[in-house]
């Protein structure tokens, strides 16, 4: 049976990082079946609207989806969702009204060193778990007259306690060593403090996998200066949103850093963590290995392990050989030229995989 997969293909270099990312995962050999799902301006053009009911309701029959980035105008405000029940979501963005119009609650972001591409951070492997649903991204806020504004920064248990749970579940599955929770609660005691509490709470009941915490200001220089000190770190929305750039600007760019948004019911948004790079739109020079490796971390998702490594393992290759790579990593490939690249390593894997087992 062909293996169901909702594409949003998204903005600026959205288009040309999804068609490489698609060209990897069919190298693959699995029997996929894309299904467009119009969001942003496509759902404008559409049915009117940015996020339509209809999206949303084939995303949560697919429930698998690659997502590419979206363009998300500044000061615009609001996303409005009507559901048929008469409810209506108001959400701050629209990446952020997919999140949770689809209930996706965390998003593990895995961000590696490549040999021979990242200098100094060639080493670091630090594996991001930022909650997605609340802290100021929640859009409580209002301006207070002309010369002031407000913004909530919103922590429930129930959404701190959920991301840390997935945290060491996710450290469990993945044989890591240490789960760090990222706060501010000296100077935001109440929201980051109950963050933190939920966190230590979780942790105690994983007594199995070390876990111990630090600011988030003192994590951004620890990042910086001693990566090794992180395996896997859990992070409110802002914290874990800023830190995962950092972390891809150590290793390299924003162009090799993966991710994914992941709900409680087998649902997974896959995304790279950059944006839509309109600045260098539709020149067919976008970077599309974090695209690519967040597809790969579609089929650990289902179970694909082998083909996950097999797509991992042979963009590393490729990147750590200085073969196929695009002007932000210092060479002239174009998008294209590197989703070919992988996809020819990976049929010589395969096939010499076949000929060993002969
Ligand atoms: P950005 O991540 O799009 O770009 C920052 C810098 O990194 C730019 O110089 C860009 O050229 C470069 N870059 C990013 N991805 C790259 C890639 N794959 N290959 C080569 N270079 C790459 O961040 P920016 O400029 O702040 O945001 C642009 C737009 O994207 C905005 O409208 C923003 O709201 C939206 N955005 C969407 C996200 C999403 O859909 N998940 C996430 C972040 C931003």
């Not at 909702?6 to 190298?27: C, S």
């Not at 697919?62 to 405000?77: E, N, S, T």
């Not at 290759?317 to 996809?343: K, Y």
Request: glycine residues 10%.
């Amino acid at each position: 049976m062909s293996i169901q997969v909702g594409v949003i293909r998204g903005n600026g270099i959205g288009p040309e990082i999804t068609e490489a990312t698609i060209h990897v995962l069919e190298a693959t050999g699995l029997d996929f079946q894309w299904v467009p799902v119009a969001i942003g301006d496509d759902g404008m053009e559409q049915y009117g609207h940015p996020l339509p009911q209809e999206a949303v309701k084939t995303l949560k029959e697919v429930k698998l989806a690659i997502k590419a980035p979206l363009l998300v105008d500044k000061f615009k405000g609001r996303v409005y969702c009507e559901h048929e029940d008469g409810t209506v979501g108001i959400y701050p963005s629209l990446n952020n009204a997919i999140r949770r119009e689809l209930e996706l609650y965390v998003c593990p972001r895995p961000i590696r060193g490549i040999p021979g591409i990242s200098g100094n951070y060639e080493k670091l492997d630090v594996h991001i778990m930022r909650e997605i649903t609340e802290d100021v991204y929640s859009g409580i806020e209002h301006m207070i007259g002309d010369e002031a504004a407000e913004c909530i920064k919103l922590t429930t248990k129930k959404a701190a306690l959920r991301v840390a749970e997935y945290a060491f579940d996710y450290a469990r599955r993945n044989h890591r060593s240490r789960v760090t929770c990222v706060h501010k609660a000296n100077a935001v005691s109440m929201a980051d403090g109950l963050f933190l509490k939920c966190f230590r709470q979780v942790a105690a009941k994983n007594p199995d996998i070390p876990s111990d915490d630090f600011m988030i200001d003192a994590s951004a220089y620890y990042l910086a200066k001693n990566p090794e000190k992180f395996d896997v770190i859990v992070a409110s929305n802002q914290y874990g949103d800023i830190l995962s750039d950092l972390a891809a600007g150590l290793v390299g760019s924003l162009g090799l850093a993966p991710g994914a948004n992941v709900g409680e019911d087998g649902m997974i948004v896959v995304e790279a963590s950059h944006g839509a790079a309109p600045d260098i739109a539709g020149k067919g020079i976008a970077n599309p290995i974090a695209l690519i490796l967040s597809g790969a971390l579609l089929l650990r998702h289902i179970g694909e392990e082998e083909k996950a490594r097999l797509v991992e393992e042979s963009t590393v290759e490729l990147l750590s050989e200085h073969r196929a790579l695009t002007p932000d990593l210092g060479g002239t490939a174009s998008t294209m030229d590197v989703a070919r690249a992988i996809a020819e390593r990976m049929g010589e894997k395969m096939e010499k995989q076949r000929r060993g087992g002969e």
